[in-house]
């Protein structure tokens, strides 16, 4: 699967640039919710996101998974990251 995040520029972030070290998928070495963090902050940076946005979005993808037993870093804390967690499981259970 080929994930991608389109700036403001239409220029394409794509996971695949960021998908592998020496042959192995980097999602092994640091889980899809860490690696979609990572994306997520450095495409904020670098279009000059408020950093209100870049930590409420951050936090809606760290939180994600919902419980820290489940694989979440953090858990919700907020109605949006809630709401991205109770999306998640819907999906996961499709």
């Known amino acids: 699967m080929k994930i991608e995040i389109i700036d403001s520029e239409q220029n394409s ?16 070495f640091v889980g899809h919710v860490a690696l ?9 940076l670098q ?4 950093e209100y946005i870049r930590y409420n979005v951050g936090h809606c993808i760290l939180a994600s998974r919902g419980r820290k ?22 999906v996961s259970h499709c």
């Open 69 to 90: 037993d489940w694989g979440s870093p953090v858990e919700p804390q907020t109605p949006e990251a809630f709401f991205v967690h109770q999306i998640d499981m819907l």
């Open 13 to 28: 972030l794509s996971l695949w640039k960021y998908s592998e070290i020496e042959g192995k998928q980097i999602n092994v």
């Open 36 to 44: 979609s963090f990572a994306l997520w902050n450095q495409y904020a």
């Open 47 to 50: 279009e000059d996101v408020s």
